[in-house]
């Protein structure tokens, strides 16, 4: 670079002229087969995955009357409703606590893993324009789609223990044990999520198969009812569907003392923690595999 | 091999037709493939392997080329020949079928202007998510803040949801973002082409800041002078081969008048064609220096020839007169300058020539545009050609030679059409 004259107006910049030869090498060519789960780079684009999420947050309320209120309102008539229909109609056994309480408890981890898989396999096709413009890991979408249920989470968590306190329940020393559940969920709802995302962009059946598979999926996830009511030669069934498990452990460790049906069993839970395991990790594999094509079907 | 920034081998990207490229024109036409498509799709499945109706397409094809650390090239071409999936390659958003490329340099590439704006989000928010999306890091944005908003000239809407901007201040703010990412490689599409026309020049001024910092840029447009006025270097690109690589006045004049001429001498009457009317045709132009050698090039302070043939078809009561129209890279106006007809040009039928000295210490440095007229008087005014465009030449400045010489010490770029060498006088007086 030559020397750039004092005239004012003309001055360039150079902050970064002299830097030289530096930084990456990227090589780009066909990739072929398996690819590696890339999560260096999703490290270095961490702040995107915040950024998103914070999005995905900040606008989900925009321009309603009622605003974050909404996100506590959702839980609170959903209890209102099934307490109804199924506590005072139907009289489904509670396991020795107020239905509303036996209900939200499990509502909790339901609610965020149906609502994370809804918007995981909705990501990619939503977030298209992005996907078509701008390089960055592909995992970072559906992740910070999952990242962004945390603050219904959060706050339907507040409301949870408003009602345990209402009714004068105290959570048993079990509650420690509540992040090893709600990783479970976290990866039931990512896993399943990679794979339903990674599908919806070549097949938009998804949109449509989601919300049929979430019904079904809820309605054989002990929710509205107990475990109790489940006859033990299909008890091993329920093994494979890993909210089982999860939502057994939530009810166990919040509701204390007043619980009457116990924790998950040993067994049945090791298969859930497996099966989540080899989900993500298939799912991450599978949503690696089909990324470079994206920008190219969607 | 140290100052290559951007290494391509023989690029190429196929695309099913089908999967891209067809668009359903009518709701009729949807809904017709709607019910069949279930059947079809299945049907699909069963042939698969069996039978390979599909069409495919080479969107590029056997691509190479070299970019040095600190180059601004430009990439010019058609509609749909391939500079976009080029750029789209580069910058990883998706995968070529064969080939390979290097690159060396962290990468920003700015395929769209306002990539990730949420409607609903405000002026604010949106500098953090698009910048963050173009890959900044939080702590750069908090840093650049300032500028960004001071450049986009909205500091009374920060806090406005951007649905409620004008399309003007959207653009504003999206290119401001994006005009302050601070990569070493910088690749770019299109999208100058927004906005009004005095924002227009205040990014076209960031953009040559950029190439001045020493970055590289690929740069794709339409915009011809936008292309000469920024990238000394240009690539053309034609049904997605590589056709034309070099002096970004060549390329463009290449990518203008594509197969029939060279830049600097062009034959007007091959394959067949005819430049002209009954009166008058254009047959053969170009730039020669003053030794009468063909060039390309010239020095700010050396004079150069024009020279024009043109036939005369009828005998005419009255000479006609050859203009030249200069233009500028950025493709305004800098100059005309006419020979008149009282030269004692002839009347008769015939071949001429025409020759017009374009002195040393007039142009400025920079990429010129010449167009090429012939005009009769006799009958009104009539024009029996006009050849926009026709040649180009280069006017370089040699500032290791003209630094003391004519720019009294000043090495900074000079602005203006043209730079003439005037008469000054300057005396004490008191």
């Known amino acids: 670079m030559r020397d750039r004259g004092p005239l004012p107006g003309f001055e360039a910049k150079r902050d970064n002229a002299s830097k030289g030869p530096s930084g990456p090498v990227s090589i780009i060519r066909p990739t072929r087969g398996l690819a590696g789960l890339g999560l260096g780079q999703l490290w270095e684009y961490r702040e995107l995955l915040y950024f998103l999420a914070w999005r995905d947050v900040k606008v989900r309320y925009k321009q309603t009357f009622l605003g974050v209120l909404w996100i506590v309102m959702q839980p609170i008539l959903t209890v209102v409703l099934f307490t109804l229909i199924f506590g005072k109609l139907l009289k489904v056994p509670s396991g020795g606590v107020p239905y509303p309480v036996f209900l939200l408890a499990a509502l909790l981890p339901w609610n965020y893993f149906a609502s994370t898989l809804n918007r995981c396999s909705n990501s990619l096709v939503g977030n298209a324009h992005l996907i078509t413009k701008v390089y960055f890991p592909r995992l970072v979408i559906p992740l910070s789609a999952a990242l962004s249920g945390l603050v219904d989470f959060s706050l339907t968590f507040l409301v949870l223990i408003g009602l345990l306190a209402y009714f004068g329940i105290w959570p048993s020393t079990g509650f420690l044990l509540l992040p090893v559940f709600f990783a479970i969920v976290f990866f039931t709802a990512v896993g399943f999520g990679l794979w339903l995302s990674a599908l919806n962009v070549r097949f938009r059946d998804v949109n449509y198969l989601v919300p049929f598979l979430l019904q079904i999926w809820m309605y054989s996830t002990p929710i509205v009812y107990g475990t109790s009511i489940i006859p033990d030669r299909f008890r091993w069934v329920l ?44 799912g991450a594999l599978f949503f690696r595999s089909t990324e470079r094509t994206f920008a190219d079907i969607i | 091999m140290r100052d290559t920034a951007i290494r391509v081998e023989n690029l190429g990207k196929l695309y099913q037709i089908g999967q891209r490229l067809t668009r359903y024109e009518t709701l009729r036409d949807r809904i017709a493939l709607f019910a069949r498509s279930p059947f079809r799709n299945l049907r699909r499945l069963w042939t698969r392997g069996k039978k390979r109706e599909l069409e495919y397409i080479w969107a590029i094809k056997d691509v190479s080329f070299e970019v040095k650390r600190g180059e601004v090239v430009g990439i010019i071409g058609r509609n749909g020949a391939g500079k976009s999936t080029l750029l789209r390659i580069l910058s990883r958003i998706t995968e070529p079928t064969e080939g390979y490329a290097e690159i060396r340099g962290r990468v920003g590439s700015l395929l769209e202007v306002g990539t990730g704006f949420h409607p609903e989000l405000t002026g604010r928010e949106n500098i953090y998510l698009n910048g963050a999306i173009l890959g900044m890091k939080k702590a750069e944005i908090d840093r650049k803040f300032d500028e960004i908003v001071a450049f986009a000239e909205i ?51 960031k953009m040559g800041d950029v190439a001045k910092e020493g970055r590289t840029v690929l740069f794709v447009s339409h915009n011809m ?53 009954h009166l008058a045709t254009l047959l053969e132009a170009h730039i020669e220096d003053m030794d009468g050698n063909l ?21 005419v009561p009255k000479p006609p007169y050859p203009n030249f129209h200069f233009f500028d890279a950025r493709g305004e106006y800098a100059f005309v300058s006419s020979g008149n007809t009282y030269m004692g040009s002839g009347t008769e039928v015939g071949t001429y020539e025409a020759e017009c000295i374009v002195p040393g210490y007039l142009l400025n440095n920079g990429v010129y545009f010449i167009g090429l007229a012939l005009t009769f008087t006799y009958q009104g005014i009539h024009v029996s050609f006009y050849e926009k465009d026709a040649l180009s030449v280069s006017v370089r400045d040699p500032i290791d030679e003209t630094l003391d010489e004519i720019r009294s010490g000043y090495s900074g770029p000079i602005p203006g059409p043209v730079r003439p060498k005037l008469d000054w006088r300057i005396e004490k007086v008191s």
């Open chain 2, 295 to 315: 060039i390309s090039e010239v020095d700010i302070r050396h004079p150069f020839k024009i020279k024009m043939r043109y036939a005369l078809h009828e005998k």
């Open chain 2, 155 to 205: 500091e009374k809407f920060l806090d406005t949801p951007v649905k409620h901007y004008s399309s003007g201040m959207y653009v504003r703010l999206a290119f401001a973002v994006a005009a302050h990412l601070e990569p070493e490689i910088l690749l770019v599409d299109e999208v100058l082409a927004v906005g009004d026309a005095a924002f227009q020049k205040k990014c076209l001024g």
């Open chain 1, 239 to 282: 093994a494979f569907n890993p909210m089982t498990g999860v939502v057994e452990g939530f009810r166990w460790a919040l509701l204390g003392e007043h619980w009457t049906e116990g924790g998950p069993e040993t067994a049945l839970f090791l298969v859930s923690i497996v099966t989540v395991v080899i989900v993500t990790i298939t």
């Open chain 2, 225 to 277: 002078g936008m292309i000469t006025s920024l990238c000394p270097k240009a690539m053309l690109l034609e049904e997605g081969r590589l056709v034309a690589n070099g002096l970004a006045s060549e390329t463009v004049l290449t990518y203008y008048n594509r197969g029939r001429f060279s830049p600097h001498a062009a034959d007007f009457t091959c394959n067949g064609q005819r430049i002209g009317d």
